[in-house]
């Protein structure tokens, strides 16, 4: 039970650490591991990671630890690294191969189905060397009659540790296949031997078995090799070696591995390869090499070199044959120091028998493989040289490849946390599509090790502590098919019918042709549906006769139909939605077949109907369906030239269409189109037809003669209204004027045409006696005017929109001053008198009153209406605003007339000069003065001396000075609230407080209003760490005061102040409970407050907006490192679940740091609201040492993380019962019961009242218990209980009575009886001795026969 507990908490901190998995995949890592690891292995949902001395168990979808298992147990140095070597062979499914490099050794390990160790089998030998930083690679494969034999290639160990380069083990021991192939003494190589190890030592990469060879890759003295022998050679006779080198694409041979890796190849990839093969065809099935070469391991100018096995294992061969078979005597090169240059391009080192003539030398294997009998590995000194496929510009220490028909994708890792995904192809379209940063996920940021692993979701890479998945694909993340094809990802399609990017897998019907489309390498749009059509631009006017339309629309690719499934085409009209029969066709056009989608039967009619009107045409979506679902659509148009009614708008070179004016049926029409015009005709701008018109300039069209709007004021007659008239038709033609209002008002007008010259005056004549008006509050109101045909109900174009505007100068402006500010085209001026004070046209002014004309008059009815601020430093730059009423009308006439009047001399104010003045609202800059004092504040109209207002109250003129600071240290997150003391610190209009960090930095401080003139209250800025405040600087418009160090501007910023946790996250809703608050710094907050708001809200920050205002409660602070802070009742409207319990977001307002705010977010956890408890009552329960109280949600008010529920007993009926009040000291709660001790109470008082106390809000009386006394019964209760004893005494009486009297009558009768039976016995007898018995009476009685 214990190791299911911690195991369960295990998780959940491994949860907390973790990537949240959503509906698509994220990066996701391991929580840090306890021991620094190296080695990744993937097998179905398990990764083993191997760790120093231990393999941990993890699993792949989420990283969680399952299990580990330490291997090795060395007394060494904690902090020594032990590298680790897993392996899990093909046919190896249920073995793990763990060894250490501390000592060389293995185990060999065997776990079950669930990929739980079963067993482990320590190897007795060195099988791996023990050297620091040295390499091993295995290989499985069959072997003689062994189904799975495991080929090790070393490097070399030191001291007693060595083992072989290269080894043939038993699969189930580790053992040697031929234990007798190895000239070992215990676990010594000899010593004679050891003077042949090379000085450039190998380091094995990679190693694998394919084409009937063993190979095995190793770089050696900075340059690559690989390594090939037969797999069933089990004296390693036939092993070869050769280099291999990568040639980049500009030409760079490059000649170090970093990383390699065996895999197939995609079909793309095949076939460019299989072009490129100067040998023999390559097979579809071929395994090939994957290499990354560089000129050294961390070089970042590399290449991917693609190399076949079987062109390799060929290659192989054919060394052997040449160097080994058919060489000649003087190819061998004879004792190490007497090394020469080869003769041939074979080298084959040979040791010399000192025992024997030069002749006779002996073939020893190369000294680095450790074996001291059989031929020699044959180094072939020719490199093979590969052209690169892909050059890189970064390192890569581990690869693998994953195929994704028809592309080979291969992932790298770089050791600076960069993960690529690369697709091949060839050469010319290769490219890295994505690269992952895996540092902003590090912990402890770390270099990857050379360790990658991929299955269908993740690609697994690690550093020294974490093991991190990445997705292998995001296809979720695009939201179109094209941003889904220029992802590039291989594993990505659009899927079609479900509209969205997805892997293959992920679209329900990827297998049917067209429904699943992926992008083709050089072949853009084609992972898309991509409709096409001839005209995109239909003409309703053109099929009008058209009783059977159709629109073809022509597709790169069309998803296939299954089952009982159509197609169908919809598309808008207006606001209904119609939707058509479609059928799937294949036009052919020189061979070239290109499939179609035909809507039948499009409805023209309904679509024309639903041009809106003044359009002369509607676009909409033409959506191509199988059934209700969408796989492509194409936006069309259709348009009809006869929805124009403007000969301008028709022929305008604006339009996309044709469209041309008939000026004698006065209709628009479509080029093309039959019998539709009979006369003359204006063309679009864009044709060139002889003899026609052309253009908007050649239609009938009026315009005005001067403006293009006509101002009247209302209520007046106005002259007849005159236009231009261009390109009249015919002079017998008659019109009329129509003006509408903009309210709906029309009137019509007679038009009269006074000339035939071109342009003609048309002139719309007003009767005498008409005037123009309107009702309504609007200043001004809109006319239009239209020009009729009266022949043809039509009307001309008014191609200037010419208009009426019709205003009243009554509603324009309600001041004089703002009156006769209008613009003088409005002709408004004040009209004055005792009973009118108003804005009016001149004609509407009454005789007798005065009339104040614009830019001529000044208004004499000043006044001043406020003033701010209201007070400024003697050093002036305070910018005072004036509201009011008639403050003059133009700059120039108070540019010089604002000033404070005062006893010690006035102070100027110069007005700010505008570009449009506003006689309500001034703003002028008070001048400096060597005097303070106040005084009002006057506005003269300099025109007029005598015309002036004064302020209501004075304007004061102050001297500032500071005193000191409220507090001296805040957070460098800032927002401490410091207010500045001092005299006349906080007036003027513009004022600042700089702080001057110790660093020279200076910062500005944010302001917060007070009304206090002494008392400058401000928030400090946020600071980068901690440092302290040299200067505050105050500036007031014009003045500036600098205080500096040491006293009176001291201020230190401190760390920030932090959370680390709660005593409780519980409380219930009535409040009340204290919590008790963990940290660090909390002295340095001015004042602290806690927040709750419902989870619904929960923000990173608290905003003034919020729905659902968050509960904010003050803090208290009883030391640094601590708060105390009292619950408030909660809102019974904030949400509940089911249970009734209220989540809560939560966070600290410590003055501006935001770490401890939302911390129900940061935390991963929720502060809980619950029910108030509920109390059954107690009514007169007797006294007992232990006191039962039942309930309802007793467990918000108590239990481990909560405070404990306060129960006490009082006297009944007491005034204060608090002066009587004991404590029963809770023992046990739970949801619904709670147990107390009770008190020693004192006997003279017989009823005692129970209080169940929690938090400082809430009490609740649940009841009274009762003391128990000596019995002091009644009268009336004991002469009761005395009848009651006697008459049950006489009732036992009667009882016993009745019963003897029944006994004794039974005696009788037996009695009786018994004499009976006396004499049936004496008369028995005597007939007995009388002979007289008979058979029946012995039958009977049996009796007679005895006595006879």
């Known amino acids: ?157 030191t001291g007693q540790y060595k083992a072989p380069a290269l080894a043939v083990r038993l699969p189930a021991t580790l053992k040697y296949y031929r234990d007798s192939d190895y000239a070992l003494s215990g676990t010594e190589i000899p010593g ?50 050769f280099p291999l080198v990568c040639n980049s694409d500009g030409g760079e041979l490059r000649g170090y591995i970093q990383a390699a890796t065996l895999a197939k190849a995609g079909n793309l990839l095949y076939y460019f390869l299989n072009q490129q093969s100067q040998s023999s065809p390559l097979n579809p099935d071929d395994d090939f090499l994957y290499a990354v070469f560089g000129a050294d391991s961390i070089a970042s100018s590399t290449s ?16 052997y044959t040449k160097c080994h078979v058919e060489g ?86 770089s050791p600076n946390g960069f993960i690529r995904k690369i697709v091949i192809t060839e050469r010319s379209l290769n490219k890295v599509y994505n690269t992952v940063d895996l540092n902003p996920y590090m912990r402890n940021p770390a270099s990857l090790l050379t360790d990658i692993a991929v299955n269908n979701n993740f690609i697994y890479a690690l550093t020294s502590k974490q093991v991190f998945g990445v997705p292998i694909h995001h296809c979720d993340v695009p939201t179109s098919c094209q941003a889904c094809s220029e992802l590039g990802d291989p594993h990505c399609g659009w899927c079609v019918l479900s509209n969205k990017c997805s892997a293959r897998n992920e679209c329900e019907k990827s297998g049917v042709t067209g429904h699943w489309l992926q992008e083709s390498y050089g072949s853009p749009g084609s992972g898309c549906v991509l409709p096409t059509m001839e005209e995109t631009m239909i003409s309703l006017q053109k099929h009008a006769d058209d009783t059977a339309f159709q629109l073809k629309v022509n597709l790169n690719q069309v998803p296939e139909l299954e089952g009982n499934e159509t197609y169908r085409c919809c598309y808008l009209s207006g606001a209904s939605e119609l939707c058509t029969d479609a059928e799937k066709l294949v036009s052919v056009l020189f061979s070239d077949s290109t499939p179609f989608i035909a809507c039948l039967d499009v409805d023209l009619q309904h679509i024309s109907q639903s041009i809106p009107s003044g359009e002369d045409h509607v676009t909409t979506d033409l959506k191509l369906m199988i059934d ?51 006369g003359s005709a204006v063309t679009n701008a864009l044709q060139l037809v002889a003899g026609q018109q052309r253009g908007p300039s050649s239609c009938p069209r009026v315009e005005p003669l001067d403006d293009s709007i006509y101002l009247i004021a209302a209520d007046t007659h106005p002259e007849n209204l005159k236009f231009n008239l261009y390109n009249q038709q015919d002079t017998e033609l008659g019109y009329t004027c129509e003006l509408i209002w903009d309210n709906g008002q029309t009137l019509s007008l007679e038009a009269i045409v006074s000339q035939s010259t071109n342009p003609s005056t048309l002139e719309c004549v007003v009767p005498d006696e008409q005037k123009l008006d309107y009702d309504g509050p609007e200043k001004v109101m809109k006319v239009n005017v239209r020009i009729k045909i009266k022949s043809s ?21 309600q001041t004089c001053s703002e009156c006769l500010s209008l613009d003088v085209k409005y002709n408004c001026g004040w009209c004055r008198s005792k009973d009118i004070r108003e804005c009016r046209v001149a004609d509407h002014c009454p005789s007798g009153t005065t009339f104040l004309k614009s830019n001529e008059d000044s208004c004499p009815d000043i006044e001043i209406i406020s003033i701010n601020p209201s007070n400024g430093p003697v050093q002036g730059g305070t910018r005072v605003t004036i509201t009011g009423v008639n403050l003059g009308q133009s700059y120039n006439e108070i540019r010089n007339g604002v000033s404070i009047k005062r006893d010690v001399g006035d102070v100027m104010c110069i007005v700010d000069e505008t570009g449009s003045y506003n006689p309500s609202l001034v703003v002028c800059t008070l001048q400096s003065t060597s005097e303070p004092g106040a005084g009002l504040l006057r506005v003269n109209i300099q025109s007029t001396e005598s015309l002036f207002a004064e302020s209501g109250g004075n304007f004061s003129i102050l001297v500032p000075s500071i005193s000191s600071l409220s507090t001296n240290e805040g957070p460098v997150s800032g927002g401490t609230r410091v207010t500045l003391h001092g005299e006349n610190v906080n007036i003027g209009g513009e004022k600042m407080v700089i702080m001057k960090l110790s660093n020279g930095v200076e910062l500005n401080c944010s302001l917060v209003t007070s009304n206090n003139t002494n008392e400058m209250v401000f928030l400090t800025p946020q600071v980068p760490a901690a440092i302290y405040v040299t200067e505050i600087t105050l500036r007031l418009d014009d003045y500036t005061d600098i205080k500096t160090n040491p006293s009176s501007a001291e201020f230190y910023y401190r760390a920030d102040s932090t959370v680390t946790k ?50 904010v409660f003050a803090c208290s602070t009883p030391d640094s490192n601590h708060l105390k802070c009292e619950l408030p009742t909660i809102p019974r409207s904030w949400p509940a679940d089911s249970n009734g319990t209220i989540r809560c977001n939560y966070g600290f307002i410590l003055d501006g740091i935001q770490e401890t705010q939302d911390l129900a977010t940061k935390n991963n956890n929720t502060f809980n609201i619950g029910k108030d408890p509920s109390f059954k009552v107690l009514d007169g329960v007797p006294l007992a040492e232990i006191l039962k109280i039942e309930g309802e949600n007793f467990l918000y008010i108590g239990g481990q993380d909560i405070v404990q529920p306060i129960v006490r007993v009082g006297v009944a009926g007491s005034g204060d019962k608090s002066e009587t009040e004991l404590d029963c000291e809770v023992t046990t709660i739970q949801d619904k ?43 009336l209760t004991i002469v009761a209980i005395c009848v009651s004893c006697g008459v049950i005494f006489v009732i036992v009486i009667i009882t016993i009575v009745v019963l003897k009297c029944r006994l004794s009558r039974t005696d009788q009768g037996m009695k009786k009886l018994q004499d009976k039976m006396d004499n049936l016995e004496m008369t028995v007898a005597k007939e007995c001795k009388e002979g007289t018995c008979n058979a029946p009476a012995r039958s009977v009685l049996g009796y007679c026969s005895l006595i006879c």
Not at 304 to 319: D, G, H, P, Q
Not at 370 to 384: A, D, H, K, M
Not at 1067 to 1088: A, K, W, Y
């Open 1233 to 1275: 019961l709670l147990y107390c001790d009770m008190p020693q109470l004192d006997s003279t008082y017989k009823k005692y009242v129970v209080t169940v106390y929690y938090g400082s809000i809430v009490r609740e009386e649940v009841g009274t218990v009762v003391v128990a006394s000596d019995p002091q019964l009644p009268t």
């Open 793 to 813: 109900e039509t009307y001309l174009d008014n191609s200037q929109d010419s208009y009426i505007e019709l205003y009243k100068c009554e509603l324009m402006e």
């Open 304 to 319: 991917i070199c693609i190399f076949s096995v079987e062109v390799l294992a060929n290659l192989a061969n054919s060394i």
């Open 1 to 157: 039970m214990n190791r299911f507990i911690l195991y369960f908490w295990y998780l959940v901190l491994m949860w907390k650490n973790c990537a949240v998995f959503s509906s698509a995949l994220s990066i996701v890592s391991s929580e840090d591991f306890d021991k620094p690891i190296q080695t990744l292995l993937l097998r179905g949902d398990t990764l083993f990671v191997g760790g120093t001395d231990t393999l941990y168990n993890v699993n792949a979808n989420t990283l969680l630890l399952n299990t580990s298992h330490i291997l090795f147990n060395y007394a060494i140095a904690a902090n020594t690294p032990l590298p680790t070597i897993l392996y899990l062979g093909e046919g190896m499914d249920n073995r793990i191969i763990f060894c250490s490099e501390y000592n060389g050794q293995c185990r060999l390990i065997t776990t079950d189905a669930q990929d739980q160790i079963v067993s482990v089998y320590n190897s007795s030998n060195n099988i791996v060397a023990n050297k620091r930083n040295s390499s091993v690679v295995f290989v499985n494969t069959k072997y003689d009659n062994i189904d799975d034999a495991i080929w090790v290639i070393s490097s070399f160990g």
């Open 628 to 678: 209700d679902t969408l796989f492509a659509s194409i936006e069309i148009t259709f348009y009809s030239c006869s929805k124009h009614t403007s000969c301008t708008f028709c022929v305008t070179t604006l339009s996309d269409f044709s469209c041309n004016w008939c000026l004698g049926s006065h209709l628009c029409y479509e080029t093309g189109s039959n019998n539709i015009c009979d």
């Open 192 to 241: 004679s031997f050891l003077k042949y190890t090379q000085s450039a030592s190998s380091s094995f990469v990679y190693g694998f078995a394919s084409s009937g060879f063993v190979f095995y890759v190793k770089n050696k003295g900075g340059k690559a090799y690989i390594g090939a022998t037969c797999d069933n050679d089990d004296r390693f006779s036939s092993l070869v070696e």
């Open 328 to 413: 000649d005597k003087h190819n061998v090169v004879v004792g190490p120091s007497e090394l020469t240059t080869a003769y041939t391009d074979c080298t084959v080192y040979a040791k010399l028998n000192n025992t024997h003539a030069r002749t006779s030398c002996q073939i020893i294997k190369l000294p680095e493989y450790g074996r001291l009998y059989g031929n020699s590995p044959l180094q072939y000194l020719v490199p093979t040289i590969q052209h690169s496929i892909f050059d890189l510009t970064f390192s890569v220490n581990a690869i693998t490849v994953s195929i994704v028909q028809p592309y080979t994708v291969v992932f790298t890792t």
């Open 1062 to 1111: 709660l005593n409780t996250y519980h409380g219930i809703v009535s409040g009340g409970t204290t919590l008790t608050v963990d940290g660090s710094s909390f002295n340095i907050i001015q004042e602290p407050r806690m927040y709750l708001e419902p989870v619904g809200d929960m923000t990173r920050t608290r905003r003034a907006t919020d729905s659902t205002p968050p509960k």
